[in-house]
């Protein structure tokens, strides 16, 4: 199950970079490059996790992280709270959001809980039959 972290760490970060490409002037400068650098961090991690453990489990904090920032951000507050009640253009980055900042990191937690579920019994097993 290990190509799924590089799936959604790819599907994040292409959110990611669309929308900050959409918000680019829009926002202050000091976001834009927070979040390319974001995207640079999660195209990165997405070729890390196929070669380290370490690098799953740091993908798997980012992804909490990444959630409990965008959920304590105002902005993003008002955005979820507007969905669908604005302009095709604004409904556009809100859709885009909730893929970077929320689906993509949720399937992400989920799959590393499954892994490490999976992961122990495998060494009870081992362990209970010797």
Excluded at 67 to 88: E, G
Excluded at 95 to 101: R, S, Y
């Amino acid at each position: 199950m290990r190509q799924f972290y590089t799936y959604y760490l790819i599907g994040s970060g292409l959110s990611l970079l669309v929308g900050g490409y959409l918000l680019y002037k829009v926002v202050p400068v000091f976001l834009s490059v927070a979040t390319f650098t974001l995207v640079v961090v999660l195209f990165i991690m997405s070729y890390l996790v196929r070669i380290s453990r370490f690098a799953i489990n740091v993908g798997f904090v980012l992804a909490i992280l990444g959630i409990l920032v965008s959920s304590f951000s105002p902005a993003h507050d008002r955005a979820l709270i507007q969905l669908f009640d604005s302009s095709m253009y604004l409904v556009s980055v809100d859709i885009l959001m909730i893929l970077g900042f929320y689906l993509f990191p949720v399937l992400y937690i989920i799959n590393w809980i499954l892994d490490f579920v999976s992961s122990r019994k495998g060494v009870e097993r081992r362990f209970n039959s010797k």
